[in-house]
């Protein structure tokens, strides 16, 4: 970006934290439940809000093109709900679909295709959890294929690859070069 402007895609800012940290997160949630997982986040949230600048102020400059209340309670919220969705995906890897109510439209048009030998193209928008769709993938024995940028995000996703490892045999990385184009091309 040009001086005095910020890019504000959140791609550009390094991921927090640590992987001790969120395994320290998986062993709370297992031993207490998702409730006092939550619980916890709130705390590991507030200080992330308090310490992490460059984040804070790309939260409000979302919140603030949104037309959104963009205050310090505003962005804690902004990140409390991203730290929940996060949350969410480590119950999902652990295979606990039980503490969520799924509903699902449109699964018939899928399964058309998989008998038909057809694929088709999901277009998502971070309005969910792409562990979520897998889970209910393999559920309904829909082959899906997940394509995103996963580069800022290395710590979570190592962990939740050891916790599951064949969860990566449906992620597609967007990178540069042929290699990502080779294998969208071979999924497809």
């Known amino acids: 970006p040009s001086r005095g402007t910020t890019a504000n895609s959140g791609t550009d800012i390094a991921e927090r934290g640590s992987a001790a940290g969120i395994w320290a997160m998986v062993l709370i949630c297992r031993a207490f439940g ?12 507030f200080y992330f809000v308090l310490a992490a ?15 959104r209340p963009h205050g310090f309670w505003d962005t804690y919220r902004h990140f409390l709900t991203f730290a929940h969705c996060t949350l969410d995906r480590l119950f999902w890897v652990m295979g606990r679909q039980d503490l969520f109510e799924i509903t699902s439209t449109g699964s018939e048009h899928l399964r058309e295709l998989v008998r038909s030998r057809r ?70």
């Open 53 to 67: 600048r460059h984040a804070r102020r790309a939260s409000r400059s979302y919140l603030t093109r949104m037309g």
């Open 119 to 188: 694929g088709a193209l999901l277009l998502g928008a971070h309005l969910g959890s792409f562990e979520a769709m897998l889970g209910v993938a393999r559920h309904e024995s829909v082959p899906i294929n997940i394509v995103g940028y996963f580069t800022n995000a290395r710590l979570i996703n190592g962990v939740l690859n050891k916790m599951n490892p064949r969860r990566t045999t449906r992620l597609i990385s967007v990178e540069p070069g042929m290699n990502f184009v080779m294998t969208l091309k071979e999924r497809i």
């Open 34 to 45: 998702r409730t006092f997982g939550r619980l916890v986040l709130r705390a590991v949230v």
